[in-house]
T-cell receptor
Framework: GQSLEQPSEVTAVEGAIVQINCTYQ??????LSWYQQHDGGAPTFLSY????GLEETGRFSSFLSRSDSYGYLLLQELQMKDSASYFC?????????FGPGTRLSVLP | DGGITQSPKYLFRKEGQNVTLSCEQN?????MYWYRQDPGQGLRLIYY???????QKGDIAEGYSVSREKKESFPLTVTSAQKNPTAFYLC????????FGEGSWLTVV
């Protein structure tokens, strides 16, 4: 089976750095993806890790460690518009399994 | 522009009625997916299709049906057997990463 865990909520202030963790209990998956979803909108793709290590895309970075069954999304220089829900997703076989999501609130 | 188009954006269903949500993509993706999202919750897989004329049930397929007659199209029918259909429905396509349409809000009246 596939199971992913994320913190339900994270709060940070503008300009800060925040890390959203994702742990999984899945074997044989192909990669870990991250998505952002604002209230009332559809999820948008942020980052994908096919291999262990760090992937950097502007203010956002994502990390994967298969040996630790763990990944994280790092958001730097937080802005108010970053307030949203963030989902990790495991590509498992022919399927995508999503974590429960982390709601990030950025305070002024 | 390439992308995934869902319609309608908002849909109201009467009790006992079947409704169909449209999903069209021009990204040339083989794989397409339907997810359901309830308010404040995560994404749950309804159905997915890896190739034309083939589709598989996801975690919550009961009360839903799909077809995949064309590569570009993957419509979802919410049948009267789905007792609590009010939700946000998301269509997606892709391979190593998937991309979502804008979503369809379905409400039972």
């Amino acid at each position: 089976g596939q199971s992913l865990e994320q913190p339900s909520e994270v709060t940070a202030v503008e300009g800060a750095i925040v890390q959203i963790n994702c742990t999984y209990q899945t074997s044989g998956f192909y990669g870990l993806s991250w998505y952002q979803q604002h209230d009332g909108g559809a999820p948008t793709f942020l980052s994908y890790n096919a291999l262990d290590g760090l992937e950097e895309t502007g203010r956002f970075s994502s990390f994967l460690s298969r040996s630790d069954s763990y990944g994280y999304l790092l958001l730097q220089e937080l802005q108010m518009k970053d307030s949203a829900s963030y989902f990790c997703a495991v590509i498992y076989g022919q399927n995508f399994v999503f974590g429960p999501g982390t709601r990030l609130s950025v305070l002024p | 522009d390439g992308g995934i188009t869902q319609s309608p954006k908002y849909l109201f269903r009467k009790e006992g009625q079947n409704v169909t949500l449209s999903c069209e993509q021009n990204l040339n993706h083989d794989a397409m997916y339907w997810y359901r999202q309830d308010p404040g919750q995560g994404l749950r897989l309804i159905y997915y299709s890896q190739i034309v004329n083939d589709f598989q049930k996801g975690d919550i397929a009961e009360g839903y049906s799909v077809s995949r007659e064309k590569k570009e199209s993957f419509p979802l029918t919410v049948t009267s057997a789905q007792k609590n259909p009010t939700a946000f429905y998301l269509c997606a396509s892709g391979l190593n990463t998937i991309y979502f349409g804008e979503g369809s809000w379905l409400t039972v009246v």
